[in-house]
């Protein structure tokens, strides 16, 4: 993983494309704006792994380039593939607010460019900010309830 310089059209780009993500939805422009100055670009070559299956949760991710797959263990020795990422999809969305470990692993199928979000930058922003905590909790709260009721 090598961090790059944000260029004004990825900053545009960013902008749209976490309007998109249902964690971001609800949140308004003010509250974007803290959060966006944080977020990353980081360029990932093909085989690499973003993060792997029981490693701490410690990000968020954005996909603006590339391909990736998601994978899970089903033993020691083999893994399926449950999901394909690419421009626009999300992931790790979680790490933001719980230090849970990663139920799967995440690799780049391509060369890939990722934003990325650091959770220890998101709780900062939350520990300034009481009111937007609040509601970055409400949202939380809301995907837990329809995630356990979906099972």
Same mark, same amino acid.
Do not use: C, H, I, R
């Given at each position: 993983m090598k961090r790059l310089q944000? &260029? *004004?059209?990825?900053?545009?780009? #960013?902008a749209r494309l976490v309007r998109k993500v249902e964690f971001f939805a609800p949140m308004t422009v003010g509250q974007l704006e803290m959060v966006l100055p944080y977020i990353l670009l980081c360029e990932y070559p093909a085989g690499?792994?973003?993060?792997?299956?029981g490693a701490g949760g410690d990000a968020f991710y954005i996909v603006q380039k590339g391909k990736l797959s998601v994978l899970v263990s089903k033993?020691?020795? &083999? *893994?399926?593939?449950?999901?394909? #990422?690419g421009p626009g999809d999300f992931?790790?969305?979680?790490?933001?607010?719980?230090d849970a470990r990663r139920s799967a692993t995440v690799a780049c199928l391509e060369y890939s460019r990722l934003f990325v979000l650091m959770s220890a930058d998101f709780k900062f922003v939350l520990r300034?900010?009481?009111?937007?905590?609040?509601?970055?909790?409400r949202i939380a709260d809301r995907r837990k309830f329809l995630d356990q009721h979906e099972k």
């Open positions: 944000m &260029t *004004s059209a990825d900053l545009g780009e #960013l690499e792994k973003v993060f792997k299956q033993g020691w020795f &083999t *893994s399926s593939e449950v999901a394909k #990422l992931f790790g969305e979680m790490a933001l607010l719980s300034k900010n009481p009111q937007f905590a609040a509601e970055v909790q």
